[in-house]
């Protein structure tokens, strides 16, 4: 039951931090430099402010517990930032990398057809966020409704001149992906033939 509640709890905590970071710093008062950072000290005690209480030691625990890597320790230990994912504005610092040929995209099955229209743009975030493997993108898809996968021909993207990054966690990030460079991957390809197909009427 204790191990249960403490994973929890460090579930929840990872959650608040992530909203904390990524999104809404000022909830609590707190300032990210242009990259992103907060200090670990005063990030501590600013969440101790409210209702939440959370030690150093917990704090390492969740980001070192974090299976995708939400958060990032600076090389001194003094100051932490979400890895990607924000809305608030920041400059991660991250040099432009050649991506490999082909990386995935997980989404839900009722924005088929205006990402087929408009393409992958960031909407609320700064970047889409992209995955070296089907299974991940799997999982992000999930979140939204019924998963699908896109194919981005990414390689091609970089040699028409967009550019891609690699953030802390192993994430690709770029701008947007035009309507051009996507395509189902195998897993779903028959779906968006199926989604693409008119309604008839009854």
Do not use: C
């Amino acid at each position: 039951m204790t191990h249960d509640f403490n994973k929890s709890r460090e579930a929840k905590l990872s959650k608040i931090l992530s909203f904390i970071l990524r999104h809404k710093p000022s909830t609590i008062g707190l300032a990210l430099d242009s990259q992103g950072w907060a200090s670990i000290e005063e990030l501590l005690a600013k969440i101790g402010t409210s209702k939440i209480r959370i030690s150093r030691e917990e704090l390492l625990k969740i980001v070192a517990n974090s299976e995708k890597a939400r958060f990032t320790i600076s090389e001194d230990n003094l100051r932490i930032r979400a890895a990607q994912g924000h809305s608030v504005p920041v400059d991660l610092g991250l040099q432009p990398q050649a991506p490999p040929s082909v990386l995935f995209h997980g989404t839900a099955m009722h924005l088929l057809n205006s990402i087929l229209s408009e393409g992958l743009k960031p909407k609320a975030r700064q970047q889409v966020h992209l995955s070296t493997d089907e299974a991940t993108a799997h999982r992000v898809g999930q979140r939204h409704g019924k998963p699908f996968i896109f194919k981005i021909e990414a390689l091609r993207m970089h040699a028409k001149g967009f550019k891609f990054y690699i953030a802390d966690n192993g994430v690709w990030l770029t701008d947007q992906v035009p309507p051009e460079f996507l395509a189902p991957s195998s897993s779903t390809a028959d779906s968006a033939t199926t989604s693409r197909q008119p309604k008839l009427s009854t």
